[in-house]
């Protein structure tokens, strides 16, 4: 599940770990519980846990707003030109598993999920980069239609 930085993101920790539904990649001080549900997603052996992980029908949650200094997958974030991360997109196309994009948002005491298109990463090359624009893109329109959905302090 590709996902976008989110206001809440302890209470969707909470949630996964309570429902034992995925795996969150992804830094910071979330909960005391979080070395079960947190992966950093660096290192080769953790990546190919994640892969097995994956094949073996576990979910993954990434967030897909993450921006880099390189030149390989650029695109438009909130009126301002930035390079997107590829690791959702990469991780899916190794562990051949579709993205499903999904938007969490706070509905009362609840967190339910907008859902995104799915992609297919079956017939993708290993230096694509078409999906993770449509991701963004994606993101962007229900950020434009809510801005609270989403944190500001990602840069």
Request: with cysteine.
């Amino acid at each position: 599940i590709a996902s976008c930085h989110s206001p809440w993101k302890r209470l969707l920790a909470n949630w996964c770990l309570e429902n034992n539904f995925g795996l969150l990649i992804g830094g910071g001080e979330w909960n005391d519980r979080r070395r079960f549900i947190q992966r950093e997603g660096a290192g080769i052996s953790e990546l190919r846990s994640l892969i097995r992980y994956l094949q073996h029908e576990g979910i993954v949650i990434t967030n897909a707003d993450v921006f880099n200094n390189f030149d390989n997958c650029p695109v438009k974030f909130r009126g301002k030109y930035q390079n997107a991360s590829l690791f959702s997109e990469r991780l899916a196309m190794l562990a051949k598993v579709p993205i499903i994009t999904a938007m969490p948002i706070l509905s009362g005491t609840t967190i339910e999920f907008i859902a995104g298109p799915q992609f297919s990463t079956a017939e993708l090359k290993s230096k694509s980069t078409r999906i993770t624009p449509r991701i963004i893109s994606f993101f962007e329109k229900e950020i434009e239609k809510n801005p609270a959905i989403w944190s500001y302090y990602v840069k």
